[in-house]
């Protein structure tokens, strides 16, 4: 193996990162884990249930009264994300006790409680039930307090929310995240304002998504029409990042920066008057870990499926959910 250095723009770039990370191996991919119906339960069961899953960002629910519906598929389950009158963002099963009707039906607003449309038991927004209609027709000793919404154990990071299919997870949040929330822990979240969402349900196993989104090899191809020339050039032609890196089951690389690229009018316009990757990316904290001069931004996928890639003065995130 010949490895050269990214930075020097008169070389060329062939660093394999199967050979400086012999973990990843280098044999074909099997074909079963994206077609067969088996290896999916395996893992709604194995890794769905049994990791911490971000599902929204604090802004969404920002006030008391505040809620928003969470639809997990691969779990089953009807998120119920409510801020309390207390401050506090908690999360709850989106089902009745009583008879497991679905709560609350709206995707997201503000409501003081939440009324079942089954048989109206009402529902504060700390989850507890605040009216039984017909409670005199249930046994003496009904306890109320074993009745309300069924809680979902819930923690945040950077402002992201997660939540965690088990009552009692194996690993606390921060420790689960390790290395890769080291690595991004000081970028400004808090500092950037949401301008655009969007969902989009391709036909294609989830991890053929995914495994698309964590690499810059496909620009040369699928964005030559809008991003020409921006991640690959005649130093590297293959659009190869300049650097990668393990954190556990999470991992991150940093794409690089075609020297020759030059935005549409509009971006000149952007990179006129506001910041932009070749001057902004010394001046902002949790973006390109290696300082490297060829660098554009980075990739963060965060077990299982979310990603939360950092550039400077702006992020961008990707939920791939089974379905």
Known sequence: ?????MGKLDRPYTTRYTTEMPAMGDAPLPVAPY????FFELEREKVFRRAWLEVARVEDVPDPGDYRVVDIEVLGWSLLLTRGSDGALRAFHNVCPHRGNKVVQH?????N??????????????GELKHMAGEA???PGTDRCRLGLIPVTLDTWNGFVFIHPQAEPPQTLRDFLGGMADQIEDFPFDRCARIARYEATPRANWKVVLDAFQEAFHAIMVHRGSLPDSAAAPQNPSAAPTSARFHGPHRSLSVWASPRYRPPEVGMIVGKYGPTFATAKDRFAGINPDGDDSWWFDINVFFPNFFCDTGPGWYFTYNFWPV
Do not use: I, Q
């Open 1 to 5: 193996m010949e490895e050269h250095d």
């Open 35 to 38: 077609v067969s119906r088996a």
């Open 107 to 111: 995707r997201a607003g503000h409501a």
């Open 113 to 126: 409680g939440f009324t079942c449309g089954f048989h109206g038991w009402v529902f504060g927004n700390d």
């Open 137 to 139: 027709y249930f046994p």
